[in-house]
């Protein structure tokens, strides 16, 4: 039975990704938060009973040591970051500091305990930035705008150099957006639905946003973790674009939602507050790298990724 670390497994993607671990007979542990209390996405997949908890602070290299040294994974999926491109305007250093040292103590710690150890490290589309030709691949250029995507950068290539350097086993995903039921209610697409529900029941009056003309490759998280998983299966270590191929605007996304539960356009409220500093205006790359080496399957259209997560929204509301 292969062993594999899991750090932010309560999130959108460590959930799923844990189930899909533990529907191939791994032993899965997650790395959690001393102060963490909800295992709600883990819960609301009925696995929380199969993952063996470990508390660890990937801040304290002491403790990422004796964490993998206790374990002696076969993998690690690191997952684990302060994720809101917006939240990172507001604590810049906070988000660089943990986005860009726990990956440092990862890798050194496997470095130190066992090189043979395959990392995964989350990488980010907003690495990119403002890019002038696309769609991206993996060879594109990178020019960050935001504090987020800077600390995604540094990450990055911190692998790539343990890597190249030391030999090492570390693969980057760079995920675009994906979506899923389980999505933390501070990103766009969860707050559009949930938000979209609660007017169409009457309980909320409308729904304000920000920059609604920009464009986004959208996916959906359960098939994103598949990729995530045959990246450690591969005889060599590379990075590797996970998305859909194609860009959709956020008003295209919320005037499909409006109509799908029947609400007037009126209720769309441009709210210039929540406007970032500075916005990418279209992003989408291309998967061809993934599906030819990885055998990854994708073709979502995101408007029936949209179908699936309105139906779980309604299937689940608490009234």
Known sequence: MKKAIVTGISGQDGAYLAKLLLSNNYKVIGIVRTNLKSFSNLECLKI???????YCDLLNI??????????NPDEIYNLAAQSSVFQSYIQPITTFEFNTISVFNLIESIKKINPK????QASSSEMFGRVKN???NEESVIHPVSPYAISKVAAHYTCVNYRENYDMFISCGILFNHESYLRNENFFVKKVIRESLEISLNKKDDLKVGNIDIKRDFGYAPKYVEAMHLMLQQETAS????CSGQSVSLKEIIYYVFDRLNISKSKCIIDKTLYRPSDIEDIYGTNEKAKKELNWQYDLNFFAVLDILLEEEIKNYKK
């Open 134 to 136: 696309l769609p991206i």
């Open 117 to 120: 150890i395959k990392l995964y």
């Open 62 to 71: 002491s403790e990422v040591e004796k964490t993998i040294n206790d374990i």
């Open 239 to 242: 990075d590797y674009l996970v």
């Open 48 to 54: 929380n009973n199969d993952i063996e908890f470990v």
